[in-house]
């Protein structure tokens, strides 16, 4: 190589390395969705109306917290009429233990890719081994979900990152990642419950790659108050601190998460507030958030 075909070549590497760089600190999110928990009572009251507001809003994926006592046929006729899919439902373990052929049947109606446990209650975390017979249904239901072509995943509060009397100390969140099978159990990470639980969601990524296809975005503010009202999510005798907030206006590093969310195989970024003030107007602003969002 002569000192001229090796100049080229240099610049022509260092050209591409540029571009490559530019590219990657300028993605962005395509597609955006919204768990529909956060507009629970509008959808109660108008489940058509509200849809077309979410993908006026600018919407394009939905996931379901409940049907209300709507047909899946009816409901995928919504989604189809407003340019909307819907890749995921969120639905109990005992339906989960007790109806599973039924529930991947309405999966399937309502183009569901994931089959997603959504919490225990505080009933539920108060039985023996609780967390072991939760890691057992996963594998067989995601056994049998497999079959189907629909995968079942776990969405985790803040309260699996408390270390666990029952599992000799460890966090039940790494039990269930460590005792459930990868190929058959996909996590929905929800990057505010872990913000609030004081862990680091890069870390979960570099650790188990590809085993957070789902996350849920929405926003932790770190105010130094006491987090008393999310007892629920967070555990009965929390000592963690914060509020929530629309995506944007708290403390979460939504661009370090975002820009490392292919390590954890990240394809669904869902917008969701458990009980935000204005739900329509508060969620456009997250979404407009988000969608401004390069990383």
């Known amino acids: ?101 039924a529930t991947l049947e309405s999966a399937k109606v ?36 497999l079959k189907a072509g629909i995968q079942m995943a776990y969405h985790q509060h803040g309260f699996e990152f408390v270390p666990s009397p029952d599992l000799a100390g460890q966090m039940p969140y790494d039990y269930l990642l460590a005792n459930t099978d990868p190929k058959l159990v996909k996590m929905e990470l929800d990057l505010c419950w872990i913000a609030a639980a004081e862990k680091d969601p890069i870390a979960y990524f570099n650790k188990y790659p590809g085993r957070f296809p789902l996350v849920h975005v929405k926003d ?31 403390s979460i590093d939504w661009k370090a998460i975002f820009a490392q969310a292919d390590k954890g195989g990240v394809k669904h970024f869902i917008v969701e507030h458990d009980n935000p003030k204005d739900p329509l107007v508060d969620l456009a602003g997250s979404f407009k958030y988000v969608q401004s969002l390069r990383f």
Request: proline share 4%.
């Open 110 to 145: 309502l183009g569901h890719q994931f089959i997603i446990i959504p919490y225990l209650t505080d009933d539920d975390r108060k039985q023996a081994d609780v967390y072991k017979r939760l890691a057992d249904l996963l594998n067989r239901a995601g056994a049998e979900s």
């Open 220 to 250: 932790w503010l770190k105010d130094g108050k006491p987090a008393t009202a999310y007892a629920g999510a967070l555990g009965p005798d929390t000592k963690f601190t914060g509020n929530m907030a629309n995506v944007g206006q708290g």
């Open 1 to 101: 190589m002569n000192r001229r075909t090796f100049l080229g070549t240099s610049l022509a590497a260092a050209a591409s390395g540029f571009a490559a760089r530019r590219w990657l600190q300028n993605r962005r999110i395509d597609r955006i969705g919204l768990q529909l928990y956060s507009v629970r009572d509008l959808m109660k009251q108008d489940m058509p109306g509200t849809l077309a507001k979410v993908a006026q809003i600018g919407f394009k994926e939905v996931e379901f917290a409940g049907l209300f006592d709507r047909a899946p046929k009816d409901v995928r006729a919504m989604l189809d009429q407003h340019g909307l899919t819907a890749p995921a439902s969120h639905i109990a373990w005992g339906t989960v233990d007790k109806n599973l052929p």
